[in-house]
């Protein structure tokens, strides 16, 4: 075997670790000896295909976004309108937008662990930029039916509102599932979050 195959078996092998132990027991478990036992190699033949932890992370992480994405596919966005929308079209834009908060607060109840680990996850760098590409594709999602509902907003603005929505259903979510704080019931926070994301909606369709 060349050893580029084995370089990128071992990858391979890192990665599926990696994840397998974020998705059970959370990112505090992750360590660099516990990966090279179970994939049967060297403690330090972890660092020839990643430069350090922090890049595994990153790229389990973008595997968690990519489930992420595959979830919100799911949550079907109206099409632009031609012209000005209709009252029925804002409804719908509305209805998309607490259909998306809903969504991500089904992935991180499903996915507890390995939601966590998007957000406890620190490096000591910039981003890659291949990482802040899927972020930022991720956010279109939510810029759609502002479009519907903001079509007067420039394109800069339309992005920051998309991340202030995000923050505002992401700390309902963190602080309804925060098991040391107030665990609240998926179908009781998703009803807050319906209210709230609702309200925040039907608000900008009225200007």
């Known amino acids: 075997m060349r050893n580029e195959e084995r370089r990128e078996r071992l990858r391979a092998a890192l990665l599926d670790a990696a994840e397998r132990t974020i998705a059970e027991h959370g990112l505090p478990a992750l360590k660099a000896r516990d990966l090279a036992r179970e994939v049967g190699c060297a403690l330090g033949a972890i660092y020839t295909v990643f430069p350090d932890l922090d890049a595994l992370i990153l790229a389990v992480n973008l595997r968690t976004l990519a489930l992420f994405d595959r979830a919100i ?3 079907r966005v109206a099409p632009e309108p031609a012209g000005a929308a209709t009252p029925a079209e804002r409804d719908a834009a509305v209805d998309t937008l607490v259909r998306l908060a809903v969504a991500y607060l089904h992935f991180a109840a ?3 662990a390995r939601w966590r680990a998007l957000f406890q996850h620190r490096v000591t760098d910039a981003l890659p930029d291949w990482y802040l590409v899927e972020q930022v594709r991720l956010f279109r999602t939510i810029e759609a039916p502002l479009q519907v509902l903001c079509p007067d907003l420039a394109e800069a603005e339309r992005a920051l509102l998309a991340r202030s929505l995000f923050s505002a259903t992401h700390g309902l979510v963190s602080l309804g599932l925060d098991e040391k704080l107030m665990v609240l019931s ?7 979050i319906e209210t709230v994301v609702g309200a925040l909606g039907r608000g900008l369709a009225a200007g």
Not at 186 to 191: S, T
């Open 186 to 192: 998926e179908p009781v926070l998703r009803g807050q």
């Open 110 to 112: 499903t996915h507890p």
């Open 73 to 75: 596919a799911a949550v």
